[in-house]
């Protein structure tokens, strides 16, 4: 180990497991001297940190910011910071849906933070957006994590070794047909709205009609063909703009109306 891996890994003193899977350990972590709060997440050695350490270091609102990334003789570990607040899961799991607005706002944020992952040179790709990797803050930001399967895009690789991030909310490309791209975390989004929305993961019978304007904006990110969905996030966020604005105006225009008659007849 390293005279820097060993000196942070001393630093930091494990508090308590905030999260434990098959595949990695997170540990809520405090700074010896300072008190400082962090999250280590523990990785197998053989895990590609590459997209945490090119994050390291960079101040982008939607995610936590990445401080370390260090390995000793058995693990690599990510610091990153301790986002106080509760997963998109457990609050589905309360809540059961959630009203439209707040799936718009929330994929807003989320749209927000891809458009700075998808506009690194090369790309980043999360390519595992889902509940669980998704933070609402105390303050109500909303923070993206785990970039455990994120890769960088190759623009001269064919298809990709099949990564599934998670089954529900993988593109079809996840399973090898071809490289993934801005397009594959689109694809997710839309499963994701969906789920939000209505409770359940979107399948081939589910009616999204009901939703409208919000309901074929998720359709429409949910293509199997990736040529068929929105080509990349600022496409996305300017439909789902237009899906909040009809409320707006009616509201402005009934504002305007009722000013007017209250002028016409003279009560002000
Ligand atoms: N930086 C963080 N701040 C607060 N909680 C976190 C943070 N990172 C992870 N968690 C919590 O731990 C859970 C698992 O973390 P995640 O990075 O998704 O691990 P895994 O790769 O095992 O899915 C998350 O769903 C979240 O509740
Ligand atoms: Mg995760």
Redesign the pocket.
């Known amino acids: 180990m390293g005279g820097t891996a060993e000196y942070i890994l001393s630093k930091y003193k494990e508090i308590e497991i905030?999260?434990?899977?098959?595949?990695?350990?997170?540990f809520?972590v405090k700074d010896n001297v300072s008190g400082h709060l962090?999250?280590k997440?523990q990785?197998p050695l053989d895990s590609d940190t590459t997209v945490y350490k090119k994050l390291s270091a960079k101040d982008i609102k939607g995610l936590?910011r990445v401080h370390f990334v260090v390995s000793d003789d058995r693990y690599n570990y990510v610091f990153?910071?301790?986002?106080?607040?509760?997963?998109l899961?457990?609050m589905l799991g309360n809540e059961k849906s959630f009203t439209p607005k707040q799936v718009i706002e929330w994929a807003l944020m989320l749209c927000d933070v891809l458009d700075a992952l998808h506009g690194y040179d090369p790309q980043i790709i999360h390519r595992?957006i889902k509940p669980?990797?998704?933070?609402i803050s105390d303050d109500g930001i909303l923070?993206l994590?785990?970039?455990?399967i994120a890769r960088e895009y190759k623009a001269d690789a064919g298809a990709d070794t099949a990564y599934i991030g998670t089954k529900k909310y993988a593109s079809p490309e996840q399973y090898g047909f071809s490289q993934t791209d801005c397009r594959s975390d689109i694809f997710s989004v839309g499963i994701l709205m969906a789920e939000l929305l209505t409770g359940n993961t979107p399948n081939h019978n589910q009616d999204l009609n009901p939703y409208g304007a919000l309901g074929k904006i998720i359709k429409k990110c949910i293509e199997v063909d990736p040529k068929q969905r929105f080509q990349n996030v600022g496409e996305l966020q300017l439909a789902l703009r237009k899906v909040n604005r009809p409320f707006y105006n009616r509201a402005v225009v009934k504002v305007r109306i009722v000013t007017f008659i209250c002028a016409t007849i003279g009560i002000f």
């Open positions: 905030i999260a434990e899977t098959g595949k990695s350990k997170i809520l962090l999250v997440k990785l936590p990153e910071d301790y986002i106080s607040g509760s997963n899961m457990n595992d669980s990797n998704i933070i923070k994590i785990d970039f455990d």
